[in-house]
């Protein structure tokens, strides 16, 4: 599987495009969804396109703040690919 499912939505910044407070909690994110994830790293929203579902389910770790950590990622929240 390729890393290129995952994509920077550059023009989409936490607080300009929707505030923290409307993602969802990571422990109702199924990877097998399209959806938007924020990484708490970069404080960007990543575009996901389900191609690494099977990855994140055996790699993902969840955290005891309700964050994920994946790869070079920390996920703290998700949302609804945009017009879906």
């Known amino acids: ?27 109702a994110f199924d990877p097998t969804e399209p959806a938007i994830l924020h990484d708490l790293l970069s404080d960007r929203i990543i575009t996901w396109t389900a191609d690494q579902a099977d990855d994140y389910r055996r790699a993902s770790q969840a955290r005891d703040d309700g964050t994920v950590a994946w790869k070079a990622y920390v996920f703290d929240g998700w949302g609804n690919v945009l017009g879906g």
Do not use: F, I, K
């Open 1 to 27: 599987m390729s890393d290129t499912s995952l994509q920077l939505c550059s023009s989409l910044r936490v607080g300009a495009a929707m505030t923290h407070s409307s993602l969802r909690p990571m422990d």
